[in-house]
């Protein structure tokens, strides 16, 4: 029996699998430590269950975006070293110290910041991650800088860098060359802080697509994958390098079924006529819970263990499904988004690119009102 709670749309999380994709990655990692992203819900998985379970998996370390998820993760007992990606604000600093978290920094000042508030409040020595920009352009101090600055930030009082890291801008093979350069970078920086400053610090360079590509040239003392803990491949062609199992299926119940007549239409600015009679299942799934509106009338869901077609404008908590060769449906069945129903698939990867983004959007845009079901 397929599992559906008490709820019109879910999201089943398979445990297990995001279990056996930590464990499949660290084979691959040949040494590297894991350090799990579990930032923006944990690509909207759920953050403190998969947390939990990475840890229970033998992560030891976790990685989110602010303040405020580590202290999410904190407040449900995650005790382990967890690592904040993104600057932090002067604001927020009291609140990262109080919860133990490990602030990136990017700039001298920043650095300086936290120290300052550190001294304030009477903490320990704060491990820092140096971040360095080697072509991301985003964060990080800048290479032509790099001696000069983290030899400034290593004497600031009351910090401690723990770790140097970079992130990669093309290691999903959108432009090969590009992304060797950056690791290139990378090195010959590690290496000037080594002979230069007597300096070894810990390292971080390879995400997902990273290990699955540049490796072990990209490697260092961790790894920090996102999406392939998911069970979701940065590029097709990365498939035959590990087996994954993508973690989340997304599901909804048929709430309305109705017959609709040759040349009525269905939903907002009647974008579709029925060129035929038609049987409209009408599903508890909308824009507001993940299903981009310009899915409308592009996509397929799978009801029976069959693929049907979606028909008329996706609305805000609605969609409607052409259901006229599913026999016997009923008002309570299920209907999926992503995931398996029978033999029949449909993948994240897939309603991705109907859309025009990535899967990283499709799952990060699941909606709060739709039930996360770990199994």
Known sequence: MPLQPHTPAWAEISLSALKNNFKALAKIARGSRILPVVKANAYGHGAVPVSQALLQAGAKMLAVATVQEGAELRAFGVDCPVLVLTPTLKEEIPDLLENGLTPQVSSLGGAMEVAQAAKKMKTGPVPVHVKLDTGMGRLGVKLKRVLEEIQAIRKVPGLKVEAVYTHLATADWTDPKYAWKQITHFNQSLETLRQKDGFFPMTHVANSAAL????????????????????????????????????????????????????????????????????????????????????????????????????????????????????????????????????????????????????????????????????
Request: charge should be positive; glycine fraction near 10%.
């Open 212 to 375: 699955l590509t540049y490796f072990p040239q990209s490697a260092g003392t961790w790894v920090r994958p996102g999406i392939a803990l998911y069970g979701i491949y940065p590029n097709p062609l990365f498939k035959n390098k590990v087996a994954l199992t993508p973690v989340m299926q997304v599901k909804a119940r048929i709430i309305h079924l109705k017959k609709i007549d040759k040349g009525h239409s269905v939903s907002y600015g009647r974008t579709y006529t029925a060129s035929k009679p038609v049987s409209v299942a009408t599903v508890a799934l909308g824009y507001a819970d993940g299903v981009h509106r310009n899915l409308s009338n592009k996509t397929q869901f799978l009801v029976g263990g069959k693929r049907v077609s979606q028909i008329g404008t996706v609305c805000m908590d609605m969609l409607m499904l052409d259901v006229s060769k599913v026999r016997g449906v009923k008002v309570g069945d299920e209907a999926v988004f992503f995931g398996r129903q029978g033999k029949a698939k449909i993948g994240v990867e897939e309603q991705a690119d109907l859309s025009g983004t990535i899967s990283y959007e499709l799952l990060c845009a699941v909606g709060e009102r739709v039930s996360r079901l770990y199994v």
